[in-house]
């Protein structure tokens, strides 16, 4: 079945140290891919998101995602982490002609101080 | 702040009720979309409405049915509940209903308990 798959579920970081989340989806063709991010209590941000152009995408916040399309990969990354990051992770695209999101399982990321 | 409003926050109800869950999407925003979230099936789209009219339907029971208003407010009407519905619902908007114009907006969600 087409999916997008979110392997980490849960990360644990320390602050300054570096995160990579990985993200693949298993749709050909044409793809939209969206990072939101969950914080405690609240409500789905966007993060960054790719339709087409440069495949490496600078959101919010110092995150960034490369969109490999070879890999079907849109693995989002941020270079030095803080507290305040702590989080769920969601990656999500609109595939081919469809208009509404799908949405991987989400990454719990825990920043320690 | 969204911009996207959602009522009830929470809402507690028994098994085989009905409830009502609305959403007041963004200032100029035309389409509404109506999303699941629950620990065992992650966020699963539920259904899209355009400036009325239903556009893409995704996993919902037909025992839960949403409609859009003139005034573009959503409700979401889940009935015959069972302990299995408990689960945060959201609801997004965004200006259009084609895929460039799909960035949505999510409000902050209607926690279902059903006892």
């Known amino acids: 079945a087409q999916s997008v798959s979110q392997h980490n579920h849960h990360v644990i970081l320390s602050e300054a140290a570096s995160l990579e989340l990985g993200c693949n989806y298993s749709?050909?063709?044409?793809?939209?891919l969206f990072w939101y991010v969950q914080y405690p209590g609240q409500h789905l941000q966007l993060l960054l998101k790719y339709f087409s152009g440069d495949p490496l995408v600078k959101g919010i916040k110092g995150f960034e995602a490369e969109f490999i399309k070879s890999k079907f990969s849109f693995n989002l990354r941020k270079p030095s982490v803080q507290w305040s990051d702590t989080a769920e992770y969601f990656c999500?695209?609109?595939?081919?002609?469809?208009?509404?999101?799908?949405f991987g399982s989400g990454t719990q990321l825990t920043v320690l101080p | 702040d969204s911009g996207v409003t959602q009522t009830p926050k929470h809402l507690i109800t028994a098994t085989g009720q009905r409830v009502t869950l609305r959403c007041s999407p963004r200032s100029g925003d035309l389409s509404v979309y109506w999303y699941q979230q629950s620990l065992d099936q992650g966020l699963q789209f539920l259904i899209q409405y355009y400036n009325g009219e239903e556009r893409a339907k995704g996993n919902i029971l037909e025992r839960f049915s949403a409609q859009q208003f003139p005034d573009l407010h959503s409700e979401l009407n889940l009935s015959s509940l069972e302990l299995g519905d408990s689960a945060l619902y959201f609801c997004a908007s965004s200006v259009g209903s084609s895929r460039r114009s799909t960035e949505a907006f999510f409000g902050q969600g209607t926690r279902l308990t059903v006892v």
């Open positions: 999500a695209v609109i595939p081919g002609s469809a208009r509404q999101l799908t």
């Open positions: 749709y050909g063709g044409t793809v939209n």
